[in-house]
């Protein structure tokens, strides 16, 4: 095990991070595999539930552990992972007004609202990822 300090932190929050974003990612799949016409509300509900509970995880380790943990080794990079830290709560919030839709029969809105998400949560792995990546390529260059 690397000590959690130095070039090794960027290294293990970077593969931890993109580990965790492709379990969410297939979370993100069997919601959608819910709203399959012949999909049931209970399934969408069960997936919706389980997605929540795996970002609320997620963003509560990068909120407290993976990013506080970068951006003290270097702070050049905070402004940019407090952006995607501060976008967070807004991902939680639509799937609020998803669940809220979706418990009132109105599968279609759900539905949409679902898309929305899915794809503003894509964008915000890919931007997160990029950051990351800028970590490694510097550890790379100090090898
Ligand atoms: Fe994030
Ligand atoms: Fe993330």
């Known amino acids: 095990m690397p000590p959690e300090n130095g070039p090794n932190l960027g290294d293990s929050v970077e593969r931890e991070v993109f580990a965790q974003h492709r379990r969410l990612d297939a979370l993100f799949e069997e919601v ?4 399959r016409p012949e999909g049931s509300p209970e399934a969408t509900r ?3 539930k389980e997605l929540r509970q795996a970002l ?3 963003f509560d380790q990068e909120d407290r552990l993976y990013y506080p943990a970068i951006w003290a080794l ?3 990079l905070k402004p940019q ?3 995607l830290v501060d ?3 807004e991902f939680l919030a639509q799937l609020d007004r ?3 839709l979706q418990d009132r029969g109105e599968r279609a809105e759900a539905r949409s609202v679902f898309d929305y998400l899915s794809a503003v949560f894509k964008r915000h792995e890919d931007a997160e990822e990029a950051v990351l990546a800028t970590l490694d390529r510097e550890i790379d260059a100090a090898r």
């Open 98 to 100: 998803l669940e809220t």
């Open 81 to 83: 992972l407090k952006t």
């Open 46 to 48: 069960e997936a919706v």
């Open 87 to 89: 976008a967070h709560g």
């Open 32 to 35: 959608l595999d819910s709203f």
């Open 56 to 58: 609320e995880v997620h």
């Open 74 to 76: 270097r702070p050049d």
